[in-house]
């Protein structure tokens, strides 16, 4: 088990992010999906069903193996007619070799944010329309290419507590590979996977 030991910096970024507003630099991508095929391929390579995403509120998906095994996790969203997927560097990766790999006369474009996602969270943290509402930590937040002169700076170790207290899996690290989406709870895999959705990767495992 792994003890998360905060200093007094830690501390006090901790306690803003619960009470009032803090901005941290994760290490997540975007992943700007196109084209007049990508959702019916997306729909083959992800646990959850794309047709229920909207602009304002992200959609929790699982990535799985044809074994049903944990490959990443990441947030949809339907933007007009492209989809966005905020994922960390793990899930972008198989993302991206999958649409190399597999993609042949489908029309789907796959484009990658250069620069990591910054994140403002916290019951202040406003919504603006700028970016992706995403609340981490249980409350109020957002991802943006920007980051926020508004709100004080999170410290890594308080991000990664305050992650793991809200639930927020990441690749490779919880759990540790190999692992099935199952092992991360029931009410963690009732969000990620949508089972009567159709055929997608690890689907005949994880039904």
């Keep these: 088990m792994t003890v998360l030991e905060l200093d007094e ?3 006090k970024a901790y306690f803003q992010a619960l009470s009032s507003c803090v901005v941290f630099r994760t290490s997540d991508r975007l992943l700007v999906f196109s084209g007049a ?16 995403a909207s602009e304002d509120q992200p959609l929790l998906t699982a990535i799985a193996s044809p074994t049903g ?6 947030q949809i969203f339907r933007r007009g007619e492209t989809t966005h997927i ?10 991206e070799t999958r649409a190399e790999k597999m993609i042949l006369l489908e029309d789907v474009r796959v484009q990658v944010a250069a620069e990591p996602l910054w994140t403002r969270q916290g019951p202040l943290a406003s ?3 700028e970016g992706y509402r995403h609340g981490r930590f249980g409350s109020g937040g957002c991802d943006t290419l920007e980051p926020s002169a508004e709100c004080s700076e999170l410290t890594p170790r308080a991000y990664d507590l305050l992650r793991l207290e809200a639930g927020w899996p990441v690749s490779g690290l919880d759990p540790a590979p190999p ?12 969000q990620a996977v949508r089972k009567e959705k159709g055929c997608y990767s690890g689907q005949e495992i994880l039904m």
């Design 9 to 11: 910096q830690d501390e």
């Design 127 to 129: 919504y603006d329309g």
């Design 37 to 52: 095929d990508h959702r019916e391929w997306l729909q083959g390579q992800i646990c959850q069903d794309i047709r229920r």
């Design 86 to 95: 905020i994922s960390d560097v793990t899930t972008t990766n198989v993302l």
């Design 69 to 74: 095994h944990i490959q990443g996790f990441g």
């Design 179 to 190: 692992a099935l989406v199952p092992e991360l709870g029931e009410e963690w895999a009732s």
